[in-house]
């Protein structure tokens, strides 16, 4: 299983475990306003994006492993995760892949990247389709995963966590939570209905009614 790490240029990891997965990454990719940052602790393996934030003496050291983009339409993590694709689709062993540092800071930003989290997923399962990779945003505070069936999620007794969704058509059973979600309605007004539950058992069952991309997140205990 191939570890790939993603750093991108929001609040940058302090915790302990976060340092240790930036640390132990066998392919960590830093978007390009990350680069000053990393090069604290360690070196990049890649380095994506349209490169207007690495600075010069940055860009120079490394330009062996940067891999521009210059358009606009997507922002360096959506290159980042394309680079990621890509480097994956030339080994045939299976891989997981982390993202830090997207969160924090500018809200703005926070919000366009937990939302692209099912984008990943997407593009993921289209290029991998006989294959279960997983991607999961981590902050210090917690993580972020994109479901898109009913599947089950490994995780602590007395963890808070949270489900969003806007499809009103969608039912979600679990099991492992403290308060049931059969009867939430998910829709762009009410994202918050299934929030701020509590895991009761080690893992969480999810049965969807039908496949549909949905966000959890998972408060971090330590």
């Known amino acids: ?68 983009e210059d358009e606009q339409e997507d922002n360096d993590l959506t290159k980042a995760i394309r680079l990621a694709i890509k480097i994956a689709s030339e080994s045939s062993e299976p891989f997981y892949i982390s993202i830090l540092g997207a969160t924090g800071k500018r809200e703005d930003h926070t919000l366009g990247n937990i939302s692209l989290l099912a984008r990943y997923n997407r593009m993921l399962k289209e290029t991998f389709p006989s294959t279960a990779n997983y991607i999961q945003m981590i902050s210090d505070r917690g993580r972020f995963i994109p479901l898109d069936d009913s599947c089950e999620i490994e995780t602590q007794i007395g963890t808070a966590i949270s489900i969003f969704a806007t499809d009103p058509t969608l039912k979600i059973s679990t099991q492992g939570v403290k308060y049931p979600t059969d009867e939430v309605v998910f829709d762009q007004w009410s994202w918050w209905k299934a929030t701020l539950n509590v895991t009761t058992q080690k893992s969480v069952k999810f049965t969807f009614n039908h496949p549909c991309d949905v966000l959890v997140y998972i408060a971090s205990n330590i």
């Open 1 to 68: 299983m191939i570890n790939f790490v993603i750093l991108a240029s929001g609040e940058f990891p302090t915790k302990q475990q976060n340092i240790d997965l930036l640390m132990n990454a066998d392919k960590l990719i830093c978007c390009d306003g990350a680069v000053d940052d990393l090069v604290k602790y360690r070196e990049p393996d890649y380095i994506a994006g349209d490169m207007d934030s690495i600075s010069s003496e940055n860009r120079e050291k490394f330009s062996n492993i940067i891999f521009p």
